[in-house]
Structures are given as structure tokens and as C-alpha cells.
């Protein structure tokens, strides 16, 4: 099982980004998915998680600008960033909780980079 992330990339403050994660493999169900990200010296931090229903939770600091979602055809998951300020800058990592042979385990995403800046 892999999780390849994708739309990552500079953008000025106040622009938009739209990050895409896809999951591929041996799947039989994906519960839920989930993006959080890492800034330079700091820990990697939960920005959103979105059930197989749709049901979602958001950081305080993203919550009415970051939009999380879910196609559970494609097994993809995506965040649409709006209004991004300078300290969204962070690698950001796609998660996904997955029943595989039987158990569940968690898959992580290689990261991509999201830079704001003027």
C-alpha cells in the first residue's frame, strides 16, 4: 500500500493551494484519512481528518479556511487551502488509517512542501 501526495508548491499569502493524496494497493477499506503537517523545528501537528461518511475535524488554526475531503472511489483525499498566511508554511503529510490482510494500520504520505511567501 502506498499514499502518493501531490499539488504542494510556493504561493503568495492570502493565494490558495489544493493538495491531493491517493492511495493505491492491496486495499480493502480505508477508514480514516487525514492531513497534518511539519514545520522546520517543530512537531508534526494534526490540519484535518475526514471519516469514511465525511464526518471532519479541523485544527483551530485552519478551521474556516482549509477544506478537507474525500473520494472514496478513487481512495483520495484532498485539502483545498484558502487564505494562506506565511505560517502554513509546513511539509504536509497525507495519512490514512487502512484494513490491509486483514488488520489496519497507518500509511503515511512522502510529504510535500507548501510554501507561503511574498
Known amino acids: 500500500v502506498q499514499l502518493q501526495a501531490s499539488g504542494g508548491g510556493l504561493v503568495q499569502p492570502g493565494g490558495s493551494l489544493r493538495l491531493s493524496c491517493a492511495a493505491s494497493?492491496?486495499?480493502?477499506?480505508?477508514?480514516?484519512m487525514g492531513w497534518y503537517r511539519q514545520a522546520p523545528g517543530k512537531l508534526r501537528d494534526l490540519v484535518a481528518t475526514?471519516?469514511?461518511?465525511?464526518?471532519?475535524n479541523y485544527a483551530d488554526s485552519v478551521k474556516d479556511r482549509f477544506t478537507i475531503s474525500r473520494d472514496n472511489a478513487k481512495n483520495t483525499v484532498y485539502l483545498q487551502m484558502n487564505a494562506l498566511k506565511p505560517e502554513d508554511t509546513a511539509v504536509y503529510y497525507c495519512?490514512?488509517?487502512?484494513?490491509?490482510?486483514?488488520?489496519?494500520?497507518?500509511?503515511w504520505g512522502q510529504g510535500t512542501q507548501v510554501t507561503v511567501s511574498s
Open positions: 494497493g492491496s486495499i480493502l477499506w480505508i477508514d480514516d
Open positions: 475526514i471519516s469514511p461518511t465525511g464526518s471532519t
Open positions: 495519512h490514512a488509517r487502512i484494513y490491509v490482510k486483514g488488520v489496519y494500520a497507518d500509511y
